[in-house]
Every structure is written in C-alpha cells, then in structure tokens.
C-alpha cells in the first residue's frame, strides 16, 4: 500500500493559484484543491513510503515560491476504521 498525505499550505494571497497550478504539475500531487479557512489550499500526494514522500514534499513543496507554511497529514488508513 502507498504513503498518503494530505498537505495543508497557506500561500501568499496573490501567489495561490500559481502554487495550485505548479503542485498539480508535479508527479506525486494527486489532487489539489482550493479550500477557504487558515489555509488556501489542500492537496494529496502519494509516494511508495513515507520516507520518499517525505524527501519529495521537503525538496520539491516546500520550495514553490508563495507558499507561507506546510502542513503534512499523513494517513493512517484509507477508508471507514
């Protein structure tokens, strides 16, 4: 079964669609959505463990321009517990 998570970010408010756009360009994104609240946007991304997922959220998410704060969720299980 694949890492999951879910990623919290608050980007700069004139800067969230473009960081939107460039997550859903890369590879491990899966989804991405605009959201309203603390954080502007939400976006799942999946790798084959938690330690690559990892690597590819602190090299590649974390260096996009306009984003202010990450949040990583990652996910326990899939489905109804």
């Known amino acids: ?30 989804n991405t959505n605009a959201v309203k609240g603390d954080y502007q946007i939400l976006a799942q991304a999946t790798g084959r463990d938690f330690i690559i997922l990892d690597r590819q959220i602190s090299g590649k998410i974390n260096s996009i321009a306009g984003i202010r704060r990450v949040t990583v969720l990652p996910s326990l299980s899939e489905g109804v517990i």
């Open 1 to 30: 079964m694949p890492a999951i998570s879910w990623i919290l970010i608050e980007a700069e408010k004139s800067k969230a669609f473009d960081v939107l756009n460039k997550l859903a360009k890369l590879p491990f994104v899966k």
